[in-house]
């Protein structure tokens, strides 16, 4: 007697294409190095290269790979009081790093450079 077939439901699911843009605060282009991973028969590789970033603009995801590198991308910026007030009013995340070598006296502000932009309907 033959295995009966199972019969699981074909659900269609039409992902919404997902996009990104650099977060509000920053003013100037952006120029962040990715690593794209590339199939050659049965080698993979590696392909560095650089992507350029301008506010203001909204850009589709690249390959999984790519968005790795993107999403994790960190900008530090030398501390600025006004500036540090500029991410809380925008609710960005930040952390203010303090120079470990000459007892915190040189404050960073480190932030995602880029930020996933949702559907809002």
Not at 9 to 26: A, G, M, N
Not at 52 to 72: H, N, Q, T, V
Request: hydrophobic share 30%; glycine share 4%; proline share 7%.
């Amino acid at each position: 007697m033959p295995r009966p077939k199972k019969n699981a439901e074909k659900k269609e699911t039409v992902e919404k294409p997902k996009s990104f843009r650099l977060v509000s605060v920053i003013k100037t282009p952006q120029t962040i190095g990715i690593r794209d991973e590339v199939k050659a028969g049965n080698i993979t590789r590696s392909n560095y290269r650089w992507v350029r970033l301008k506010p203001g603009y909204e850009y589709d995801f690249l390959s999984d790979s790519a968005m790795k590198d993107i999403l994790s991308h960190t900008t530090k910026v030398p501390y600025r009081a006004d500036f540090e007030e500029a991410l809380k009013e925008d609710q960005i995340p930040y952390e203010k790093i303090y120079c470990p070598s000459c007892g915190g006296k040189v404050q960073t502000l480190a932030f995602k450079t880029v930020e996933v932009v949702e559907d809002e309907k």
